[in-house]
Structure formats: C-alpha cells, structure tokens
T-cell receptor, first 117, second 114 residues
Framework: DAGVTQSPTHLIKTRGQQVTLRCSPK?????VSWYQQALGQGPQFIFQ???????QRGNFPDRFSGHQFPNYSSELNVNALLLGDSALYLC????????????????FGPGTRLTVL | AQSVTQPDIHITVSEGASLELRCNYS??????LFWYVQSPGQGLQLLLK??????LVQGIKGFEAEFKRSQSSFNLRKPSVHWSDAAEYFC????????????FGPGTSLSVIP
C-alpha cells in the first residue's frame, strides 16, 4: 500500500501565478482533506472532498479551489498567488463519510512545499 | 469554538529521560483527541488517538497519552526518550459535525540531547 501520495514535492512560483497540487489517497479511502501548514504553525483545514463534492470549507478565500476525481484523487488549485500562500500543503485521506465514527483514521501525505516569490 | 493549546513551544530533554508534552483543548462535547508527530520535511504521522473508553491511550513508538476531562487535557508521555524522537509534535481535537473537522494545536518542537 503506497499510502497517501502528493505531487510535486516542491514548487516555486511568483506572485500572481496559479498552482495545482495533486493528491492520491490511500487505497480504500474515498475522502480527501487539504490542509495548509505555514512555517512554525499547525496545519489549518482548507476543505474536504467526498463523493466528488466539496463537503466543507475552512476559512480560506475563493482563490483556493479543488476537485475530486472518480478515482478519489484530488487537486488543490490556488489562483493569484500571494507571498502568504507559501506553506506546506498537506493532503489527508480517510475512509467513508466519517473517520471519527470508525476504527480507521485520517492518513497524511508528505506534503507539497510551495514557495511564492 | 474548538481550540487547542500547546503551552510549550520548544522542549529539550536528554536521551533516556522521560518526556511529557502538554495539550489543552476547548470543546463543548466529548472530543476526539489525537497526537501527531512530524519529522523535518515529512508529513504527519499519527501517534495515538482517543475516541472513548479507557482514558489512558497507548500509541506507537512507546508513547501514551491520558485524557483528563476535568482538566481539558490530553498530555503525551514517554518514559525514555530516544534521539530519533526529536521532531514536532501536534495535538489535535476532532468534532463530528457535518464532516470530520480537526483542529490542530501550534505544535511543540522536541530536541533531544545525546
């Protein structure tokens, strides 16, 4: 089992550009969540996808958007990049509608380090 | 609103010494509690979780945590620290709302002196 995989590992962009980050969930998992982790801080929830729909969204602007594909993989898109968007972006996958009501849990990928210059 | 505080930004311990990392949470109902570890350049690895039942939870790598409702705490402990335990540790609280919302604390950075 490959676990949660993310690509690319690192990315450098300039202000105003757009970026797409990709995530493949753990085998058997159909729910994908995205988190932003700024340097020296804990991860912050961006949004979650389940059954190809955005189920919930954290306190992030509309510049952040996403998509989930039929194979459960997901993309995170960020438009009009700002310097403050520089962070580690983590993808997490979990099974079913609620991992909090199951014996399974949420598994995190290694992240994509985005640097905005 | 849910929140998690980790009072210690950075802790240094000697190898072989015991460790306790503090975590306090704010949540109106019974929380789901987690401890994650993050090594440099790595994603988050789950150490242990508390959903219900026994308030002393055993995790991987010799870690344990105790849920104390009266103190709103979920402190992480390890009797003997190894140099490989040096990492960032995050406490998190989950709430079953319309989705599985997980709030992370700011983290505690652990350094281990040989």
């Amino acid at each position: 089992d490959a676990g949660v995989t993310q690509s690319p590992t690192h990315l450098i962009k300039t202000r105003g550009q757009q970026v797409t980050l990709r995530c493949s969930p753990k085998s058997g998992h159909d729910t994908v969540s995205w988190y932003q982790q700024a340097l020296g801080q804990g991860p912050q929830f961006i949004f979650q996808y389940y059954e190809e729909e955005e189920r919930q969204r954290g306190n992030f602007p509309d510049r952040f958007s996403g998509h989930q594909f039929p194979n459960y993989s997901s993309e995170l898109n960020v438009n009009a990049l700002l310097l403050g968007d520089s962070a580690l972006y983590l993808c997490a996958s979990s099974p079913g509608q609620s991992f909090l009501l199951s014996t399974d849990t949420q598994y995190f990928g290694p992240g994509t380090r985005l640097t905005v210059l | 609103a849910q929140s998690v505080t980790q009072p210690d930004i950075h802790i240094t311990v000697s190898e072989g010494a015991s460790l306790e990392l503090r975590c306090n949470y704010s949540y109106g109902a019974t929380p789901y509690l987690f401890w994650y570890v993050q090594s440099p350049g790595q994603g988050l690895q789950l150490l242990l979780k508390y959903f219900s039942g026994d308030t002393l939870v055993q995790g991987i790598k010799g870690f344990e945590a105790e849920f104390k409702r009266s103190q709103s705490s979920f402190n992480l402990r390890k009797p003997s620290v190894h140099w490989s335990d040096a990492a960032e540790y995050f406490c998190a609280v989950g709430a079953k709302t319309s989705y599985d919302k997980v709030i992370f604390g700011p983290g505690t950075s652990l350094s281990v002196i040989p």
